[in-house]
């Protein structure tokens, strides 16, 4: 019996691959997403307007551990956690120079500008615990290694339940969370 690599038979197999790309408020998302996702994942980059990059070599597949696990939707996108802006530029410096360039920009968001001119700071971000109602906005996440992110409070539920949808990621179905495994965002913050 003779055994064949698959190399030596000029079969490729597919590699895992990283989705990076910055959201419109400049914040950098970057995950993985395994071999067996790396159709799929590549064509969630496209539609959302992000980065697709291959791990095929030791220098990219040594910054997979340091990321968050992907997450595919039916719909073609993927959640892409946030990640820290020094990782991000890791793992940039390893796209093609023009890709490069593109995902270091900074995509230009609307304001949020009140009557006055000023920069509006949101009416829902509930200063105490007690203050946490139906549209209040708070942070939460699925595991506290992928980090925290904004979410809706949809619906008071009894027991101290609070029934979330995440902000920036509508694709995702509602959740609940006890209200003392969310966090609230500082009082004056202005988003």
Do not use: C
């Amino acid at each position: 019996m003779t055994i064949t690599s698959t190399a030596a038979a000029g079969i490729s197999l597919p590699h895992p691959v990283i989705i990076l790309g910055r959201d419109d408020s400049g914040k950098a998302h970057a995950s993985f997403f395994p071999a067996t996702d790396a159709q799929p994942a590549s064509r969630a980059a496209s539609l959302m307007g992000m980065f697709s990059l291959r791990a095929d070599n030791d220098a990219v597949r040594s910054l997979l551990p340091k990321l968050p696990k992907g997450k595919l939707f039916d719909s073609g996108k993927a959640f892409v956690p946030f990640v820290k802006q020094d990782l991000y530029k890791q793992i940039a410096a390893h796209l093609p120079e023009a890709d490069r360039v593109n995902a270091e920009t900074v995509r230009a968001a609307p304001a949020d500008v009140s009557q006055q001119g000023h920069a509006a700071t949101p009416s829902n971000v509930p200063e105490g615990w007690d203050k946490v109602i139906a549209g209040s906005l708070v942070l939460a996440t699925e595991d506290p290694l992928e980090g925290w992110f904004e979410a809706t409070v949809i619906e008071l539920k009894p027991d101290s339940v609070l029934r979330l949808q995440w902000r920036h990621y509508l694709d995702l179905p509602p959740f609940n969370r006890r209200l003392e495994d969310v966090a609230l965002l500082h009082p004056s913050m202005k988003l």
